[in-house]
């Protein structure tokens, strides 16, 4: 193991058992290189690494700070369930803003209509939903689309209001750039996807096909 992986580890041991307060300045790069005898540059990467996974902060021209975690939203992972549904219900201050242009995001190869739309609570960036609709199914998708902030509230005005999923998908991947600028993260925060198709339960007709990407440290998710 590297002394940058080394030095990580111990660095998150010391926070993990509280030896550093919440907002109090972390120790500077100089002394740690002078307690651990490592490079001044190994320890900067190894604090940068702590920033970037969000347990510092930095504060120009005076160094950097514990940081203090946000309150974590809990998640049922179920593609059976409206996420607009599941957040309201729980009380979290809930807003959608969709982001793409409705002209131009039809696949006519597979008939589906593809909306994305960015989620924030307490007007924080913390998920980024992408529904790709069945066509046949909601032919005018293209001209609602800029209406839409739940996809099930969607469904039940058009007759549907019974949905399971099919084939859901859990797995971890790094943000792109553009999702890091929308979730106002970097590139070392790992995203939980979960992939699944939306059915109705009364026709079984399949309603969508979803995407959703959670920034990880949001979030503390329940399986059922």
Known sequence: MS?????????LKR?????YQLNEKFPSENRL???FQLPRITVRKALQHLEGRGYLYSVR???RYLK?????????????????????????DLKTVNLFS???EINQENQTYMLARLRYINEEPIAIHQSYVNVEVFPT???DAPTITSMFAYYRAHGFHHFTNNGAVLSVQFPSTDEQELLKCNNILPLICLESQTVCEETKKILERTCILYRSDKFKYRLR
């Open 15 to 19: 926070i993990t058992a509280g030896e």
């Open 33 to 35: 290189a002078e307690e």
């Open 61 to 63: 021209g005076k160094g």
């Open 68 to 92: 203090p975690e946000s309150e974590a939203i809990h998640l049922h992972l179920s593609g059976g369930e409206s996420f607009t549904d599941k957040m309201l219900a729980s009380g979290y």
């Open 3 to 11: 002394s940058e992986a080394l030095l990580i580890d111990e660095l």
């Open 141 to 143: 998708i293209q001209n």
């Open 102 to 104: 409705p002209d131009i």
